[in-house]
């Protein structure tokens, strides 16, 4: 099995930045995609950034531009550098890892993401 365990989250003001992290331990998939994914309150969680450990990226649109996904793949550890935050980013935000062909995900226990206007 795999643990995911993130770190940062937080209260920032809109227009300020924000680092997550996420390390994962345990047997990850020799192929696989690690994200981030925010679910905000009344609304359906969704992807936010993903990255391949091959360094194959995914954005929201609702993002690009101002998030950053990173991996650290010796260290088995994804990054999420969060810039020009607005109130809308609010949310839990979530680490996953899957498998890239087929295969069950993991999550994270989520952090708190708040964004002041």
């Known amino acids: 099995q795999v643990q995911l365990v993130e770190s940062g989250g937080g209260l920032v003001q809109a227009g300020r930045s924000l680092s997550l992290s996420c390390a994962a331990s345990g047997s990850i998939f020799s192929l696989n995609v690690m994200g981030w994914y925010r679910q905000a309150p009344g609304k359906q969680r969704e992807l936010v950034a993903t990255m391949t450990n091959g360094g194959t990226t995914n954005y929201a649109d609702s993002v690009k531009g101002r998030f950053t996904i990173s991996r650290d793949n010796a260290k088995n550890t994804v990054y999420l550098q969060m810039n020009s935050l607005k109130p809308e980013d609010t949310g839990v935000y979530y680490c996953?890892?899957?498998?890239?062909?087929?295969?069950?995900?993991?999550w994270g226990q989520g952090t708190q993401v708040t964004v002041s206007s």
């Open positions: 996953n890892v899957r498998a890239l062909v087929g295969g069950t995900g993991y």
